[in-house]
């Protein structure tokens, strides 16, 4: 089946640091991925995708790139700011007509000053 | 384009009545989905419209809840003879069709069931 999973939360950095969240899939066929963002208080935002192998997204200095041999979409970014403090959603997109996607259980991060 | 919305933002209700939420999406989008959110968890999909046709509902969804999207615009979710194990956030995405484009989700609905 379809699935993904995701490194358990939360992830506590200081300002500056380097971010790595991990997330990886099962899926038939090579699924469009993406990180989604859900700050406080509000809904999910798209932050990024990939739609095939070896694709790189990229967005407000994220960046996540679509390993097909590690079936894996992980998230970096090089300095995070303490606005960066949200949960991230790891998903794919499933390869059958309603598109619908399936997402991880979700990464909190906490960026302190 | 004022991207989705969704309404009540919240909403408590007693155990054993009718609630009914609604979803705007964004007018060009054709898919519109529905998704339910408990906390610590990532969404999980309920159900979606392709126009005004509801194309597939998860096992999730029994037969309390139903949704609508009349000509194919906005959507209601009515979940009958609510349970608290109803309590969620309760998303609302809209899309075009295709796999490579992602959501615009609404703010949510959070229904808490006492």
């Known amino acids: 089946g379809n699935s993904v999973t995701q490194m358990e939360g939360p992830v506590t950095l200081s300002e500056e640091a380097f971010l790595t969240i991990n997330c990886t899939y099962t899926?038939?066929?090579?699924?469009?991925l993406f990180w989604y963002v859900q700050y406080p208080g509000e809904g999910l935002q798209l932050l990024l995708k990939?739609?095939?192998?070896?694709d790189k997204g990229s967005n407000k200095g994220f960046e996540a790139t679509y390993r097909k041999e590690t079936t894996s979409f992980h998230l970096e970014k090089g300095s995070v700011q303490v606005s960066d403090s949200a949960v991230y959603f790891c998903a794919l997109s499933v390869l059958d007509s309603s598109y619908k996607l399936i997402f991880g259980s979700g990464t909190r991060l906490l960026v302190r000053p | 384009d004022t991207g989705v919305s969704q309404d009540p933002r919240h909403k408590i209700t007693k155990r054993g009545q009718n609630v009914t939420f609604r979803c705007d999406p964004i007018s060009e989008h054709n898919r519109l989905y529905w998704y339910r959110q408990t906390l610590g968890q990532g969404p999980e999909f309920l159900t979606y419209?392709?126009?005004?046709?509801?194309?597939?509902k998860s096992r999730l969804l029994s037969d309390r809840f139903s949704a609508e999207r009349p000509k194919g615009s906005f959507s209601t979710l009515e979940i009958q003879r609510t349970e608290q194990g109803d309590s969620a956030m309760y998303l609302c995405?809209?899309?075009?069709?295709?796999?490579?484009?992602?959501?615009?989700f609404g703010s949510g609905t959070r229904l808490t069931v006492v």
């Open positions: 899926a038939t066929g090579y699924p469009s």
């Open positions: 419209f392709q126009n005004e046709a509801q194309l597939e």
């Open positions: 995405a809209s899309s075009l069709s295709g796999q490579g484009y992602g959501y615009t």
């Open positions: 990939a739609t095939k192998a070896d």
